[in-house]
């Protein structure tokens, strides 16, 4: 059973219209999220954190976390062509030595 | 402003050589980690460090050490190269807080190529 999910995509969105991009998680004790951004032949970047259920926002990014239903999810808003990358979800606990990452979405913004 | 430096970007190595990859942070973090990272099969980790000399078994360490001596430097060794090591390899390191780390900051990986 795998411990952080995604759906693999790829994910098509026409520019400028939302990217909703989703994971669930096994471990109820997690207490980190995080979602990562990665560029073909990149390594991955870290966008947004989030820590306690509801809604954080960062620019045109926004993070919902749903502990209850073990569910975090990342909202794109406004999508731009460079937004065009693979997402990677991450759920660690407490000193992070056990972070487990998801495989990934692939996110596709047409112009 | 490179925060986590690899020490090459490719590699080229043959069967049954001693490779050392070698990772430095200057963020001043306690942690340090290496994945592999393959199609199909997402990022894997290798092993850890939480601290100088310390070091932890991540989930796929066969084959591997590693090796600790400053906190800013944790290089990751691969015993005997074999082909099925060929991967891209990144260090990561992070900080810890209250609810948690602050999340990864990783360096530009390392294409390694076991042939």
């Known amino acids: 059973q795998k411990e952080v999910e995604q759906n693999s995509g790829p994910l098509s969105v026409p520019e400028g219209a939302i990217a909703s991009l989703n994971c669930t998680y096994s471990d109820r004790v997690s207490q980190s999220f995080f979602w990562y951004r990665q560029y073909s032949g990149k390594s991955p970047e870290l966008i947004m954190s989030?820590?306690?259920?509801g809604d954080k926002e960062d620019g045109r990014f926004t993070a919902q976390l749903n502990k209850a239903s073990q569910y975090v999810s990342l909202l794109i808003r406004d999508s731009q062509p460079s937004d065009s990358a693979t997402y990677l979800c991450a759920v660690g606990n407490t000193g992070g030595f056990k972070t487990i990452f998801g495989a990934g979405t692939r996110l596709f913004v047409k112009a | 402003d490179v925060k986590v430096t690899q020490s090459s970007r490719y590699l080229v190595k043959r069967t049954g050589e001693k490779v050392f990859l070698e990772c430095v942070q200057d963020?001043?973090?306690?942690?340090m980690f290496w994945y592999r990272q393959d199609p199909g099969l997402g990022l894997r980790l290798i092993y850890f460090?939480?601290?100088?000399?310390?070091?932890e078994k991540g989930d796929i360490p066969e084959g591997y050490s590693v090796s600790r001596e400053k906190k800013e430097r944790f290089s990751l060794i691969l015993e005997s190269a074999s082909t099925n090591q060929t991967s891209m390899y990144l260090c990561?390191?992070?900080?810890?807080?209250?609810?948690?780390?602050?999340?990864?900051?990783f360096g530009s990986g390392t294409r390694l190529t076991v042939v």
């Open positions: 990561a390191s992070s900080s810890d807080g209250t609810g948690g780390h602050y999340g990864y900051t």
């Open positions: 963020m001043d973090h306690e942690n």
């Open positions: 460090s939480y601290d100088v000399k310390m070091k």
């Open positions: 989030i820590y306690s259920n």
